[in-house]
């Protein structure tokens, strides 16, 4: 390679460093700015609760758009890491959910709100962490893909299971609705992919962006619909929050050590299990508990948390080297448009 092509190559790289730090430090303030209006002004974003599937399927549908048929060649390639990612996920993070429920005491509906968000699948901001903090692109990629096209059929069954014996769970219901949030938007993105690739390319820069309003919406949203149970619980359902993200990042990161994965695939588990598509957990809140808005506040709150402990717990990985036998092998990962989850 040319002392030009070198250059070429470290300008793109450090540019696609830039934009991907600018989207994890942005989308957070944007997420809290947004909580922080919903507070306030509940009855301004109270009224437009039924638009939360429809801002959902929004950024399900930008998530289908940046996935590519490689994406899904990876999942072929390593059947059984990807397998270990996802058995982790909703493993670890629905049972952390039903264990900090139960240890806090929480009310019937915060319960439901964490176990619901411990059910989700992840969220697709994830890949950026991965990204950022030099783990498994690929592996996040087709992680945070599978989980979420099996999503329809295991967040109502664990839903349903865990969250059972707290309040009434419409699991076929619950089924329904993520077919028409998630699936369908996400096979659409792909089909549109598929056959409109140049087009998509040439705009590949907005699809972030329209997902970080649609997900700061929905935040919005769900915390004017929740603001009442915000001021009583605020405190109680932070904590749950962050010891439930906290959990799925160590016990994330601990799973690809015990299955002797590199150090690259451990980092993109720690971020696949702890990092959940709290969009959906709090569209199917607000959707199937609308009579107990206390539901929705545990998502909107992971919302924020998550990206924020994310962004850290990167820059913290980014900063222990990789063994030079693990850079060696490290190959240029491509990053999604960023997604809030």
Same mark, same amino acid.
């Given at each position: 390679?040319?002392?030009?092509?070198?250059?070429?190559?470290?300008?793109?790289?450090?540019?696609?460093?830039?934009?991907?730090?600018?989207?994890?430090?942005?989308?957070?303030?944007?997420?809290?700015?947004?909580?922080?209006?919903?507070?306030?002004?509940?009855?301004?974003?109270?009224?437009?609760?039924?638009?939360?599937?429809?801002?959902?399927?929004?950024?399900?549908?930008?998530?289908?758009?940046?996935?590519?048929?490689?994406?899904?060649?990876?999942?072929?390639?390593?059947?059984?890491?990807?397998?270990?990612?996802?058995?982790?996920?909703?493993?670890?993070?629905?049972?952390?959910?039903?264990?900090?429920?139960?240890?806090?005491?929480?009310?019937?509906?915060?319960?439901?709100?964490?176990?619901?968000?411990?059910?989700?699948?992840?969220?697709?901001?994830?890949?950026?962490?991965?990204?950022?903090?030099?783990?498994?692109?690929?592996?996040?990629?087709?992680?945070?893909?599978?989980?979420?096209?099996?999503?329809?059929?295991?967040?109502?069954?664990?839903?349903?299971?865990?969250?059972?014996?707290?309040?009434?769970?419409?699991?076929?219901?619950?089924?329904?609705?993520?077919?028409?949030?998630?699936?369908?938007?996400?096979?659409?993105?792909?089909?549109?992919?598929?056959?409109?690739?140049?087009?998509?390319?040439?705009?590949?820069?907005?699809?972030?962006?329209?997902?970080?309003? =649609? @997900?700061?919406?929905?935040?919005?949203? !769900?915390? /004017?619909?929740?603001? #009442? +149970? &915000?001021?009583?619980?605020?405190? *109680?359902?932070?904590?749950?929050?962050?010891?439930?993200?906290?959990?799925?990042?160590?016990?994330?990161?601990?799973?690809?050590?015990?299955?002797?994965?590199?150090?690259?695939?451990?980092?993109?588990?720690?971020?696949?299990?702890?990092?959940?598509?709290?969009?959906?957990?709090?569209?199917?809140?607000?959707?199937?508990?609308?009579?107990?808005?206390?539901?929705?506040?545990?998502? =909107? @709150?992971?919302?924020?948390?998550?990206? !924020?402990? /994310?962004?850290?717990? #990167? +820059? &913290?990985?980014?900063?222990?080297? *990789?063994?030079?036998?693990?850079?060696?092998?490290?190959?240029?990962?491509?990053?999604?448009?960023?997604?809030?989850?």
């Amino acid at each position: 390679m040319s002392q030009i092509d070198s250059l070429s190559n470290n300008t793109a790289q450090n540019r696609q460093d830039r934009s991907a730090l600018i989207a994890v430090t942005i989308f957070p303030l944007l997420v809290l700015a947004a909580g922080a209006a919903g507070y306030l002004f509940p009855d301004t974003f109270t009224p437009f609760t039924p638009q939360v599937p429809y801002l959902l399927g929004i950024v399900m549908l930008c998530m289908g758009v940046t996935l590519t048929p490689p994406d899904f060649a990876r999942i072929a390639k390593r059947p059984w890491v990807v397998l270990l990612g996802l058995v982790a996920h909703y493993v670890i993070m629905p049972l952390a959910g039903w264990a900090i429920a139960h240890a806090l005491g929480l009310n019937p509906a915060l319960a439901v709100g964490v176990i619901l968000v411990g059910c989700a699948p992840s969220g697709t901001a994830s890949n950026v962490m991965t990204y950022l903090a030099k783990g498994d692109v690929a592996l996040s990629v087709s992680v945070a893909t599978l989980s979420t096209l099996v999503a329809p059929v295991l967040t109502p069954l664990l839903t349903l299971w865990l969250a059972g014996s707290y309040l009434h769970v419409a699991a076929g219901s619950m089924f329904l609705d993520i077919v028409k949030t998630v699936l369908i938007p996400v096979i659409l993105g792909v089909v549109i992919r598929l056959v409109a690739g140049r087009w998509v390319d040439r705009i590949a820069g907005v699809f972030p962006w329209v997902s970080v309003a =649609a @997900i700061s919406l929905i935040v919005a949203i !769900v915390m /004017g619909h929740s603001a #009442a +149970a &915000f001021r009583t619980s605020g405190l *109680l359902v932070f904590v749950a929050v962050v010891l439930h993200n906290g959990f799925g990042l160590f016990l994330g990161y601990l799973s690809g050590k015990a299955a002797r994965l590199d150090h690259r695939a451990r980092r993109a588990l720690a971020f696949e299990v702890g990092m959940q598509n709290s969009g959906l957990a709090a569209s199917l809140a607000a959707g199937h508990f609308a009579s107990m808005p206390a539901a929705a506040l545990p998502p =909107a @709150i992971f919302s924020v948390w998550h990206n !924020v402990s /994310g962004a850290v717990t #990167a +820059a &913290f990985f980014r900063r222990r080297p *990789l063994p030079e036998a693990e850079l060696a092998a490290t190959e240029p990962d491509r990053v999604g448009a960023t997604q809030a989850g």
